[in-house]
């Protein structure tokens, strides 16, 4: 790791990642040379979904940039921001050496498919890259489905090609934004099934190969699949040739994804919970041991999903992007979800008051997530919450049931006639009392 860091900052410093513009580039289309770029995922979160960009090759100077429209100022840390706002980014000119030297260095994969573009079509494309790195007009709101270093350079293309790429990316895709966010996140587990309780129905729209083409791949993939009809009428494969720059140990993402391992993970967890708590029997339900892990299930209820469901709420209301509004999953986990965590602590130091508003808690989250199920019989509901559900159902009306028992259990236990909660009364009241019952 140390030799790996040694040889990037020396890298960084002998070689400008930014490269500066040729005198005279590109002035003869016909030995331009263009490949798309593809950079596959990398490990960590804000490389899942990998990159794309251009390298374009001026044969006659033998000088070759790369045009990426992924820079930013923001860093690996900014993922609040991500969530909350567009971020701005810009297009640039990079060095090809410098830039697929750190790829190299990250374990990215590196594909290259070369365009079989007539000299036209090179003139414009370049002439479309040349406008979109100047300072002037670089800049653009970023837009993690909608406007990325893909979508940017899918446009860039099809200006080039006159509109003939998106005709030909018309027809429905294969799966939704949801299930592309949720292959690309398989190996980071707690940001997929966060994604998945934070998202609304607005990724389970049906969509076209076009808006598809706003992940990396999927872009190479409809690039590799396409073609164009020359001055002459002949159509034309619009990929001359393909090859593979780098490999990784990277598994790519899978096409059809199931459950992932923390669904799974979470359902057993609240699952077992529950049902050990139910096991106990009603006698037993006021015993010191019982009671403390009654509060510690509801404690890791609140922090777990309670927390998560809080986060959700914020970024239906405060966040820029469409992508968070109108979450059917916040009727089974929101603020008060995260009430659990004190409360359940306050249960296991035998705080009666803390119980009584924790099964207040509970009885909402209950009824809201029997709400959540009735409304998905109704059209206009049809938000794919099955990774969530799942989870926050076991978690919510398994509270609700073991509530229901020590409650049964404290009512049987109590006189005829007598409250399970004590009367308030004031200070000297006990005492007043007796003095009035004693004889004269």
């Known amino acids: 790791m140390g030799r790996l860091a040694t040889l990037l900052l020396g890298l960084l410093w002998s070689t400008p ?6 005198e005279d580039f590109g002035s003869r289309p016909e030995a331009l040379r263009i490949q ?12 899942r979904f990998g990159h794309i960009a251009i390298r374009v090759e001026d044969t006659r100077l033998g000088t070759e940039v790369l045009y990426s429209y992924g820079v930013t100022s923001y860093g690996p840390a900014s993922g609040v921001r991500y969530l909350l706002e567009r971020p701005t980014y810009w297009a640039a000119r990079l060095s090809v050496e410098h830039s697929f030297f750190l790829y190299r260095a990250r374990g990215r994969s ?12 090179r003139r ?4 479309r890259l040349e406008r979109d790195v100047n300072p002037a007009t670089r800049e653009y709101a970023y837009d993690p489905l909608r406007g990325n270093c893909a979508t940017r350079l899918r446009d860039a293309l099809d200006e080039a090609l006159g509109g003939a790429l998106r005709v030909q990316l018309a027809d429905p895709a294969s799966l939704t934004y949801r299930e592309h966010l949720r292959r690309y996140t398989r190996e980071v587990p707690l940001f997929q099934w966060a994604l998945m309780l934070w998202t609304s129905d607005t990724v389970d729209a049906p969509m076209t190969r076009w808006e598809e083409a706003a992940f990396p791949v999927e872009l190479a993939q409809a690039l590799a699949e396409g073609s164009f009809t020359d001055e002459h009428g002949t159509s034309t494969p619009l990929v001359k ?12 993402p899978p096409l059809a994804p199931g459950p992932s391992s923390l669904t799974r993970g979470l359902f057993a967890l609240f699952a077992a919970g529950a049902l050990l708590l139910l096991a106990v029997p009603r006698a037993a339900t006021h015993r010191r041991a019982f009671r403390i892990a009654f509060g510690l299930h509801h404690a890791l209820v609140g922090a777990t999903l309670g927390s998560a469901g809080a986060i959700g709420f914020v970024l239906m209301l405060g966040s ?7 979450n059917e999953n916040q009727w089974l986990a929101h603020p008060l979800s995260l009430a659990l965590l004190p409360l359940g602590l306050g249960i296991a130091f035998g705080n009666e008051r803390s119980e009584r508003w924790a099964r207040h808690c509970v009885s909402v989250l209950a009824l809201g997530s029997l709400l959540a199920v009735v409304l998905k019989l ?5 938000q794919d919450t099955r990774e969530p559900m799942s989870v926050l159902l076991v978690a919510n ?20 006639g007598a409250s399970p909660r004590p009367e308030p009364h004031l200070p000297g009241d006990s005492t007043r009392a007796a003095s009035l019952r004693s004889p004269r």
Not at 17 to 22: C, E, K
Not at 110 to 118: A, H, N
Not at 320 to 326: A, E, S, T
Not at 400 to 416: C, D, G, M, Q
Request: glycine fraction near 6%; avoid cysteine.
């Open 124 to 127: 414009r494309l370049l002439a």
């Open 17 to 22: 990642l930014l490269a500066a513009p040729v």
């Open 320 to 326: 820029v992007h469409p992508y968070f509004g109108r």
């Open 378 to 382: 109704f059209p206009t509901f049809q």
């Open 397 to 416: 009306l398994g509270l609700a049931l073991v509530h229901l028992k020590r409650w049964r259990a404290t009512a049987l236990t109590l006189p005829r």
């Open 36 to 47: 798309v770029v593809t950079f596959g995922p990398g490990p960590h979160v804000q490389e």
């Open 241 to 252: 040739s393909s090859r593979d720059e780098h490999m990784t140990t990277t598994r790519p």
């Open 110 to 121: 590196i594909l290259l498919q070369e365009l079989d573009l007539p000299v036209e079509q």
